[in-house]
């Protein structure tokens, strides 16, 4: 079992999330939810606001992955029943009796475009959840 995150750091995540949502209403006029409907609509964001991928500075880009990470997992708890945790690999997301990492997703999605397509990330967690009785 793994630990939970520190109130400091839960704070973290949702105001990296409060960030991600209200950047979407304001700059893209995209409602973001932390439903499955957004979670699947992430990629199209990510084509939208950044067509060329990273910025190549490595400082705002890790920025930019955590802020979309951290919206990713607080949504896969929601619409997955996850939790977030931590583990020596850095902060996760519980999907069944595995943890997930939001963060190197959306890094991963940025980095290597359609090839890695949030969309298909959270399908797969959620196919494999189902084998999971709740």
């Known amino acids: 079992m793994h630990p939970k995150p520190s109130r400091q750091e839960v704070l973290n995540i949702k105001e990296a999330a409060a960030i991600c949502r209200e950047s979407a209403r304001y700059i893209m006029n995209i409602e973001l939810l932390l439903d499955e409907v957004s979670i699947l609509g992430m990629d199209r964001i990510i084509n939208i606001a950044w067509p060329d991928g990273p910025e190549g500075d490595p400082e705002k880009d890790a920025y930019r992955y955590e802020l979309w990470g ?44 359609m090839e890695n397509p949030v969309s298909d990330f959270f399908l797969a967690c959620k196919k494999r959840l189902a084998k999971y009785p709740r």
């Open 70 to 113: 951290c919206y990713l997992g607080e949504a896969m708890c929601v619409v997955l029943d996850g939790a977030w945790v931590k583990t020596s690999h850095g902060l996760g997301v519980t999907v069944g009796d595995e943890v997930v990492y939001p963060i190197e997703i959306i890094e991963r999605r940025f980095v290597k475009g």
